[in-house]
């Protein structure tokens, strides 16, 4: 199993910046892509930022050029920078991981970010 915990959501003016982090725990040797999903009230939960063990990043349209994801592999955590915020970044925001064997995903408790206009 994996665990996985999100931190640094909060409540930021547009155009502000936010930092959230996610720290896997548990049998993490065989987890390849982790990433950030989000999931709006009455919306469905759509992709954020992915990055695999290697370094690959794959970003939704909406955040490309303003959200920076990165990967710690040796403490397993993986931060998001969110810049120029907008209000329709509103969302809770879940950590994600998929191992490469089996295809198994995992997902945090989710962390609420509010950008205010």
């Known amino acids: 199993q994996v665990q996985l915990v999100e931190s640094g959501g909060g409540s930021v003016q547009a155009g502000g910046s936010l930092r959230l982090s996610c720290a896997a725990s548990?049998?993490?040797?065989?987890?390849?892509?982790m990433g950030w999903y989000r999931q709006a009230p009455g919306k469905q939960r759509e992709l954020v930022a992915t990055?695999?063990?290697?370094?690959?990043?794959n970003y939704a349209d909406s955040v490309n050029g303003r959200f920076t994801i990165s990967r710690d592999n040796a403490k397993n955590t993986v931060p998001l920078q969110m810049n120029s915020l907008k209000p329709e970044d509103t969302a809770v925001y879940y950590c994600?991981?998929?191992?490469?064997?089996?295809?198994?995903?995992?997902w945090g408790q989710g962390t609420q970010v509010t950008v205010s206009s």
């Open positions: 994600y991981a998929r191992r490469s064997i089996g295809g198994s995903e995992y």
């Open positions: 548990g049998s993490t040797f065989t987890i390849n892509v």
């Open positions: 990055i695999t063990r290697g370094g690959s990043t």
